[in-house]
């Protein structure tokens, strides 16, 4: 039988170059308002700086030509303060939305999000012990984030071990586990508040509950750079097309070749050590995970490698705006940032409800 080649001018049926096209501009235009977007920020604060100066300073630390127009105060804000606080907003936000795609995927449940493992709840109960009981003396000055990185681990191999315990470990299991695991974890970490008897320690433990960005430090950028962007590689590289599999169904990946419990299990191992890190430098921040794959998935369709990228610029952006408004709503006092993604999540999620009741799912 002969095979006759389609010509060079066949439209393209379904789509794809035009998809292609329409993701390609609006990564460009993400990336171009993530710049602007950090600018902005690094100059927002008690004390304003025009985006001007903060480009020339930030560009001074690069080594790049420039005349000095602005006073020691000012470079001292933007590069020692302000700059790895954005750039850590960033990186978190970009983590957990890219999280937050890999576990809708994973549990076939568009309300899925980082919470949904209990993660969160073991990072807080970390953190609660090393605030009021002086865990994690040995770390040293990384005592808060060190135990909150522990806590989450830990809650993660629980959540594993819980799920693999009734045979296959199927999505209902690694659901029903998180959540499980996430109350008993916040329920210590009540527990853990109230045994202290400190107004201060509880005080800065509920504060932590809440998500900061309080912590950011340019030694502390490693290690979440490392993972967001060993997530991305990762994603993008080898695990995007397995999502896209998965998210169809365990019986249509095992027709593919694709094991649904031994790639669910990697990818918890992976999602469940992400979160962990990215919790530990920024406490519990909630509704981005959920939120921001809904928007990427709206604007460039369902392929995870298209998706992935979209959702990680806008995780990005969403997260440095609303520290932007923690840190300006009530200034000088600081908003924690989990009340301004809260109160941004909300109705998005009322929203995703009424529109899931509308179509019968």
Same mark, same amino acid.
């Given at each position: 039988?002969?095979?006759?080649?389609?010509?060079?001018?066949?439209?393209?049926?379904?789509?794809?170059?035009?998809?292609?096209?329409?993701?390609?501009?609006?990564?460009?235009?993400?990336?171009?308002?993530?710049?602007?977007?950090?600018?902005?920020?690094?100059?927002?604060?008690?004390?304003?700086?025009?985006?001007?100066?903060?480009?020339?300073?930030?560009?001074?630390?690069?080594?790049?030509?420039?005349?000095?127009?602005?006073?020691?105060?000012?470079?001292?804000?933007?590069?020692?303060?302000?700059?790895?606080?954005?750039?850590?907003?960033?990186?978190?936000?970009?983590?957990?939305?890219?999280?937050?795609?890999?576990?809708?995927?994973?549990?076939?449940?568009?309300?899925?999000?980082?919470?949904?493992?209990?993660?969160?709840?073991?990072?807080?109960?970390?953190?609660?012990?090393?605030?009021?009981?002086?865990? !994690? &003396?040995?770390?040293?000055?990384?005592? #808060?984030? *060190? /135990?909150?990185? %522990?806590?989450?681990?830990? $809650?993660? @191999?629980? =959540?594993?071990?819980?799920?693999?315990?009734?045979?296959?470990?199927?999505?209902?299991?690694?659901?029903?586990?998180?959540?499980?695991?996430?109350?008993?974890?916040?329920?210590?970490?009540?527990?853990?508040?109230?045994?202290?008897?400190?107004?201060? !320690? &509880?005080?800065?433990?509920?504060?932590? #509950?809440? *998500? /900061?960005?309080? %912590?950011?430090?340019?030694? $502390?950028? @490693?290690? =979440?750079?490392?993972?967001?962007?060993?997530?991305?590689?990762?994603?993008?590289?080898?695990?995007?097309?397995?999502?896209?599999?998965?998210?169809?169904?365990?019986?249509?990946?095992?027709?593919?070749?694709?094991?649904?419990?031994?790639?669910?299990?990697?990818?918890?191992?992976?999602?469940?050590?992400?979160? *962990?890190?990215?919790?530990?430098?920024?406490?519990?921040?909630?509704?981005?995970?959920?939120?921001?794959?809904?928007?990427?998935?709206?604007?460039?369709?369902?392929?995870?490698?298209?998706?992935?990228?979209?959702?990680?610029?806008?995780?990005?952006?969403?997260?440095?705006?609303?520290?932007?408004?923690?840190?300006?709503?009530?200034?000088?006092?600081?908003?924690?940032?989990?009340?301004?993604?809260?109160?941004?999540?909300?109705?998005?999620?009322?929203?995703?409800?009424?529109?899931?009741?509308?179509?019968?799912?």
């Amino acid at each position: 039988m002969t095979v006759t080649a389609l010509p060079k001018d066949q439209p393209d049926l379904l789509g794809v170059a035009a998809q292609r096209r329409r993701t390609g501009i609006w990564l460009l235009a993400l990336t171009v308002g993530l710049i602007l977007t950090g600018l902005a920020a690094v100059g927002s604060g008690a004390i304003g700086i025009p985006p001007m100066t903060v480009a020339s300073i930030i560009g001074h630390h690069l080594g790049l030509p420039g005349e000095v127009n602005w006073t020691p105060p000012q470079e001292a804000i933007v590069w020692q303060v302000r700059l790895p606080r954005v750039l850590l907003g960033m990186l978190v936000g970009a983590g957990l939305a890219v999280c937050g795609v890999a576990l809708q995927a994973m549990v076939r449940n568009v309300l899925a999000d980082p919470y949904l493992l209990g993660i969160n709840s073991g990072a807080s109960s970390g953190a609660a012990a090393a605030i009021l009981f002086g865990a !994690g &003396a040995g770390f040293g000055q990384y005592a #808060l984030s *060190g /135990s909150a990185f %522990l806590g989450a681990l830990a $809650a993660s @191999l629980l =959540v594993f071990l819980i799920a693999r315990s009734g045979g296959r470990v199927t999505s209902i299991r690694l659901l029903l586990s998180g959540v499980a695991v996430g109350y008993a974890l916040y329920a210590t970490t009540s527990f853990l508040i109230f045994a202290s008897g400190s107004a201060e !320690g &509880a005080r800065s433990v509920m504060f932590w #509950l809440l *998500g /900061s960005l309080g %912590l950011a430090r340019w030694n $502390a950028l @490693l290690a =979440v750079t490392a993972v967001v962007l060993g997530c991305m590689i990762l994603y993008l590289t080898i695990v995007g097309r397995r999502l896209d599999v998965l998210a169809i169904g365990d019986e249509t990946a095992q027709t593919l070749g694709v094991s649904p419990d031994r790639f669910r299990l990697r990818l918890l191992v992976i999602v469940s050590l992400s979160v *962990g890190v990215l919790v530990s430098m920024a406490g519990s921040i909630g509704f981005v995970g959920l939120v921001v794959p809904h928007l990427a998935r709206r604007i460039v369709g369902a392929p995870h490698v298209r998706v992935v990228p979209v959702a990680a610029l806008l995780g990005a952006i969403l997260l440095v705006w609303a520290d932007v408004l923690a840190r300006v709503l009530l200034a000088p006092q600081e908003i924690p940032i989990g009340i301004i993604t809260s109160l941004l999540g909300a109705p998005f999620l009322l929203l995703l409800i009424r529109r899931l009741h509308s179509t019968g799912a």
